[in-house]
């Protein structure tokens, strides 16, 4: 037996028992469970597979599994203000710690990495940093100077701290980003165009604008087509008048340059 445990543990039955040493064991022998109870009611459940349940007669989903009513179902409260106050989360490789990692932040940090903050007075996110500027602030190194790499299902890119990426596979889809202002109305967006679903698929990138203060579908008005062409959907429709000062052009390099023009 282990140090300061009885010699001999009777084999079936429930017991409450005391060693040499002062320690106490509460013991259900058999193949079944043990209940705690108050006022007449189970808080607690120990399955005979070690599973815990507070709040749960069924714990089969963890080794502690705790239910309730109430909007808060469990509490890490530490009583010494701004201190650290954490849960870990890991395995015998990796370990994971999610809470007040600052004492007064939201984080989670990867061993002893912050990964991601949350900003106690602002709200502000951070990843890949603890001091977020924005409401989103994204940081982290490009580790060289050399051109972005595309990304594919098996490739990451350094350079890119913002991937979107729309799962459907229909051409002429868009999936992207839209800005707006007063009361959640869109102002327009940015948007990427799936044109090819052969191979390594390509597409477009084009931006869209409201329709002035209607409702309903933005309006395209300039695509970037993956070949680097530049199409104004909406050249030639404006109201505005007079005599071009300035023409653009491109030169032999490809750059769009100015020209006098008249």
């Not at 924005?134 to 595309?150: E, F, G, I, M």
Request: charged share 15%; glycine share 14%; hydrophobic share 30%.
């Amino acid at each position: 037996s282990p140090p300061g445990q009885p010699d001999v543990f009777p084999n079936d039955g429930f017991h409450l028992i005391a060693d040499a040493l002062g320690n106490a064991y509460l013991q259900n022998r058999e193949n079944a469970f043990l209940s705690l109870q108050t006022n007449g009611t189970e808080r607690m459940r120990i399955l005979s597979t070690g599973n815990v349940g507070i709040g749960t007669a069924t714990p089969t989903l963890a080794h502690l599994q705790v239910e309730g009513a109430g909007s808060v179902t469990g509490a890490f409260i530490r009583t010494v203000a701004a201190s650290q106050t954490r849960v870990q989360i890991g395995n015998p490789t990796r370990d994971y710690y999610i809470g007040l990692g600052d004492g007064v932040n939201f984080t989670i940090d990867e061993g002893g990495t912050n990964r991601i903050t949350v900003e106690n007075t602002t709200g502000n996110v951070g990843i890949g940093t603890a001091t977020p500027e924005s409401k989103l602030t994204v940081k982290s190194d490009p580790l060289n100077t050399s051109q972005p790499v595309r990304i594919t299902n098996s490739t990451d890119d350094s350079h890119t701290g913002f991937f979107l990426n729309g799962t459907g596979n229909a051409l002429d889809e868009k999936y992207g980003m839209q800005f707006g202002g007063y009361n959640e109305y869109s102002i327009g967006g940015i948007f990427g165009v799936l044109d090819s679903l052969a191979g390594s698929t390509s597409g477009d990138i084009t931006i869209d604008f409201a329709n002035g203060t209607a409702s309903g579908a933005l309006i395209e008005t300039t695509r970037f087509h993956h070949a680097g062409l530049v199409q104004f959907n909406t050249y030639g429709v404006g109201t505005h008048t007079g005599v071009a000062t300035y023409d653009l052009s491109v030169d032999a390099a490809g750059n769009i340059i100015e020209t006098t023009g008249g």
